[in-house]
């Protein structure tokens, strides 16, 4: 059973465009909510993480949105560089703040065409 | 600071032998988190440990052990190997309950 589900496995944008990544959970007991980059070769890098007691953070070009009562969440990246192509990784936890028992969606592979 | 280090980077293995995977954290970080990526499932999260004491478990069977140590370094091991255990083993290293995880390069094991 998926708890965190990342349904689109890719997503092609524009050099310049916005990529709106999008990742839905079925956990109600999930209070933090992070999102991974990962490069080939490398682990997963933190990039931005929210708490459920907001429903907006944004970090530079990355804005984290929640949703909570759809259990719905995305990461925007404006404006969208070549160097975002990677692997986004969703991921979830129980505890605010913490980052005991992740649990990760599948992951998207986004390509930012120059 | 060195970031999180994982050793061997890659291995190969036959089904039926075990395996014994490390993880040095980074300098400080006392929490150690193992986590096993495939292309069907994605990051999946085997185990936690903190002051040589497991604190979370994942759903895996018990052929996944792992085991912390006074330094904070981490080993874990899995025993009679099945074609299926084939992945990327990602260890991530923080403070405890707090902060990021800091993820290492991760060891490619092939069970063939």
């Known amino acids: 059973d998926q708890q965190v589900k990342q349904n689109s496995p890719s997503l092609s944008v524009q050099e310049g465009r916005i990529s709106i990544l999008n990742c839905d959970y079925t956990?109600?007991?999930?209070?933090?909510f992070l999102w991974y980059k990962k490069y080939p070769a490398e682990g997963p890098t933190f990039l931005i993480s929210?708490?459920?007691?907001?429903d907006k953070n944004e970090d530079g070009r990355f804005t984290v949105f929640l949703n909570k009562s759809a259990k719905h969440l995305s990461l925007h990246i404006v404006p969208s560089q070549p160097g975002d192509s990677a692997v986004y990784f969703c991921?979830?936890?129980?505890?605010?703040?913490?980052?005991?028992?992740?649990?990760f969606g599948k992951g998207i592979t986004l390509s930012v065409r120059p | 600071k060195a970031g999180v280090t994982q050793t061997p980077r890659y291995l190969i293995k036959t089904r039926g032998q075990q395996v014994t995977l490390s993880c040095s954290p980074i300098?400080?970080?006392?929490?150690v988190s193992w986590y096993q990526q495939t292309p069907g499932q994605g990051l999946q999260f085997l185990f936690e440990?903190?002051?040589?004491?497991?604190?979370n478990k994942g759903n895996f069977p018990g052929r996944f052990s792992g085991r912390q140590f006074s330094n904070s370094r981490s080993e874990m091991n899995v025993s009679t190997l099945e074609l299926g255990d084939s992945a990327l083993y990602l260890c991530?290293?923080?403070?405890?309950?707090?902060?990021?995880?800091?993820f290492g390069p991760g060891t490619r094991l092939t069970v063939l």
């Open positions: 991921a979830a936890s129980p505890v605010t703040g913490a980052n005991s028992k992740l649990t």
């Open positions: 440990y903190f002051s040589e004491t497991q604190r």
């Open positions: 300098s400080g970080h006392r929490s």
């Open positions: 991530a290293s923080s403070w405890p309950l707090a902060g990021e995880q800091f």
């Open positions: 956990n109600s007991m999930f209070d933090y």
């Open positions: 929210i708490s459920s007691i907001k």
